[in-house]
T-cell receptor, first 115, second 113 residues
């Protein structure tokens, strides 16, 4: 199966520590998205890349958050100086830019717990 | 900016009964509309989508949805629910083709045997 994979699946950290999540999209997809999902809510858009270019960032993405996709393949999402409010599921999705079917393919997510 | 509401937080139906999950959106132009399903421990999976044309769209697993512009709705239906349909269902709207999806808060479906 060559779906979207995310690592780690679960991360527990102490407040103030830095964490990094990795996403490997479906290999043929050139768009990659990061979403955040808290309990009882739908996914909230954070940012997306087309190839290596970061084309849009949400206001939710504070200065403590940074995302990269250096070679247009895998992506990392780093959270610096974590806060308890950062506890959430971080979802990665990928899609085709062309042809654009409008379908996002999601990974299983990386759950962050900040103590 | 677009937004989505799903009025029902939790719905319980008996296996074999019909199902309708409500979705209302807010967007000034023609929206691109989607329904995704999230089963426990799994990623979100696309059930169906509407871009244009026939307002009744068919999806996977026997689901269908109807776009009603006058009501700003995109309700999901299934004539006979199976126990395996128990999951969280999310309606989403995109302003641009495939960009910046906005998801609703979700409806959790429980199925009684």
């Amino acid at each position: 199966d060559t779906g979207v994979s995310q690592d780690p699946r679960h991360k527990i950290t102490k407040r103030g520590q830095n964490v990094t999540f990795r996403c490997d999209p479906i290999s043929e997809h050139n768009r990659l998205y990061w979403y955040r999902q808290t309990l009882g809510q739908g996914p909230e858009f954070l940012t997306y890349f087309q190839n290596e270019a970061q084309l849009e960032k949400s206001r939710l993405l504070s200065d403590r958050f940074s995302a990269e996709r250096p070679k247009g393949s895998f992506s990392t999402l780093e959270i610096q100086r974590t806060e308890q409010g950062d506890s959430a599921m971080y979802l990665c999705a990928s899609s085709f830019a062309t042809p654009n079917t409008g379908e996002l393919f999601f990974g299983e997510g990386s759950r962050l717990t900040v103590l | 900016a677009q937004s989505v509401t799903q009025p029902d937080i939790h719905i319980t139906v008996s296996e074999g009964a019909s199902l309708e999950l409500r979705c209302n959106y807010s967007y000034g132009a023609t929206p691109y509309l989607f329904w995704y399903v999230q089963s426990p421990g799994q990623g979100l999976q696309l059930l169906l989508k509407y871009f244009s044309g026939d307002t009744l769209v068919q999806g996977i697993k026997g689901f269908e949805a109807e776009f009603k512009r006058s009501q700003s709705s995109f309700n999901l239906r299934k004539p006979s629910v199976h126990w395996s349909d128990a999951a969280e269902y999310f309606c989403a709207v995109a302003a641009n083709y495939g960009q910046n999806f906005v998801f609703g808060p979700g409806t959790r479906l429980s199925v009684l045997p």
